[in-house]
């Protein structure tokens, strides 16, 4: 290749196709579009899978994905679009975590791949095929990536954790049968 090199078209690829996929997924809770529920439908799902109040859950969750996928996809502000990208599918792991791993059972292995993959992204950088070459990294700087990371990672803590509290303290009441 002329002026770019394999590492950059490679990047370009994984940004696209990671940052369309999140977009997508995005675009259903916020839209309703590619079959997908909209707030309202999202957010009584949320509500259902721990996440209350449920319609700013969807909004919070559609965000991060539609826009960090976009965000990934054009390769702009690359640290805070990995970092809301990888928060939001931790946010959908924990829901998927008690069916194991593999996504054909129900696990979580499609939301990890999907946030590894923005992670990865976000700590390589988009590479020289992205807006963040073309504005000289004004919002991709080396610093940005820890910032990024440390706020996700705490607000995701305690939104994952006040779901897993509440999922809790559903389950208290219920006993499973003591026979089948």
Known sequence: MNCYDRRDLGLLLLRLGTGGVLAAHGA???????????IEGTGQAMEAMGYAPGRASATA????????????????ATPAAGAAAAG???????????????????GYEYAAS????????????????????????TVNRNWMVPVAFAVTAAATTVIVGA???????????EQEPLFD
Not at 28 to 38: A, E, P, R, S, V
Request: net charge positive; proline share 2%; hydrophobic share 50%.
């Open 28 to 38: 259903q809770k916020l839209l309703g579009w590619f079959g997908g529920g909209g």
């Open 61 to 76: 969750a559609g965000l991060a994905e539609a826009g960090g996928g976009a965000l990934l996809a054009l390769g702009l």
């Open 88 to 106: 939001a599918m931790a946010g959908a792991a924990a829901v998927h975590a008690p069916n194991g791993f593999f996504a054909q059972a129900g």
């Open 114 to 137: 999907l946030g590894l993959t923005a992670v990865g992204l976000a700590v390589t950088g988009p590479g020289r095929l992205s807006l963040d070459h073309a504005l000289g990294h």
């Open 163 to 173: 779901r897993n509290k509440r999922v809790r303290k559903a389950a208290e009441g």
